[in-house]
């Protein structure tokens, strides 16, 4: 049943079905075509810059769903035998022990692979028959292949700006997953979330909004990354700690954007514009 409470929490999963909603915003469509996908039992692919809400937004997606939800960091040395799993040795026996794809096959729960792009091309090839009309996950070491059960999705996740010619997603795994894109939230938007998630108040979230809306302006080769609402959160939860705006805006929005020092100078001088020097705004 979709309202079902997760069972192996001990097996990473995070029971959605009987815990408070994750907070998030929805800034356009985007729920009514997860949810309207997820009833299809198609694949999911989300777009967007690093700290817009992807996460959250699978978070309350599957909470609203009453799915499991388990979640995988992808990185560059990640296996297929990480994703759907291994034998290892329990004492004197060799015992197999499921990969996180695999439980969430079995189980009828969602996993959302984040930043898959990091992931290597042969692993994610795995990916293909479960993201398909197949909804099936062959198991070469098992000599078995599981069809998916009631209620598993599979959801991934990347950031255009860091896609290059080695690292993308293969055109055969695009095409058989529906895209949402993910931008930064209107102004508005974005202050309620600072606000919620932040425990400020609305002028200095606004305050806060505004300069990260410079900072996205900018044009400078030294910046991965541009201001994300997530940074802005973590300065406002050090405004409420009770230090000035400026302070915890160089050490929560400055310091993680860059290592250079030119442009970290840069960034503070804007900052001592756009930010009053007052003690903590609570």
């Given at each position: 049943m979709a309202d079902e409470p997760m069972l192996a929490e001990q097996n990473g999963a995070i029971p959605v079905a009987e815990t408070a909603r994750p907070f998030y915003q929805a800034v356009g469509n985007e729920e009514a075509v997860f949810k309207a996908a997820h009833r299809q039992g198609l694949s999911l692919l989300l777009k967007g810059p690093t700290g817009c809400g992807k996460t959250r937004f699978v978070e309350?997606?599957?909470?609203?769903?009453?799915?499991?939800?388990?979640?995988?960091?992808?990185?560059?040395?990640?296996?297929?035998?990480?994703?759907v799993g291994r034998y290892l040795l329990r004492g004197s026996e060799t015992v197999w022990v499921d990969g996180p794809l695999t439980r969430a096959v079995r189980e009828g729960a969602i996993c959302y692979l984040d930043e898959v792009v990091e992931a290597r091309q042969d692993t994610t090839v795995v990916l293909h028959p479960l993201a398909d009309h197949r909804r099936q996950l062959p198991i070469e070491r098992l000599g078995v292949t599981l069809d998916a059960a009631p209620g598993f999705g599979l959801v991934v996740s990347y950031n255009p700006g860091y896609q290059s010619v080695l690292k993308d997603l293969k055109d055969s795994t695009r095409q058989r997953m529906v895209a949402?894109?993910?931008?930064?939230?209107?102004?508005?938007?974005?202050?309620?979330?600072?606000?919620?998630?932040?425990?400020?108040?609305?002028?200095?979230?606004?305050?806060?909004?505004?300069?990260?809306?410079?900072?996205?302006?900018?044009?400078?080769?030294?910046?991965?990354?541009?201001a994300s609402t997530r940074v802005l959160i973590a300065a406002g939860r050090l405004i409420v700690e009770g230090l000035s705006m400026r302070e915890a805006a160089r050490a929560a929005i400055t310091g993680p954007l860059t290592d250079d020092g030119a442009v970290g100078r840069s960034l503070n001088e804007m900052i001592d514009v756009y930010l009053p020097e007052l003690d903590g705004a609570r």
């Open positions: 309350a997606m599957a909470h609203d769903l009453g799915r499991p939800l388990i979640t995988v960091a992808c990185h560059d040395d990640l296996t297929t035998a990480d994703l949402i894109e993910f931008g930064f939230p209107a102004t508005e938007v974005e202050e309620k979330i600072v606000v919620y998630e932040a425990g400020v108040n609305p002028a200095t979230a606004a305050e806060l909004v505004r300069l990260a809306h410079a900072i996205r302006r900018l044009e400078t080769g030294g910046l991965r990354e541009v």
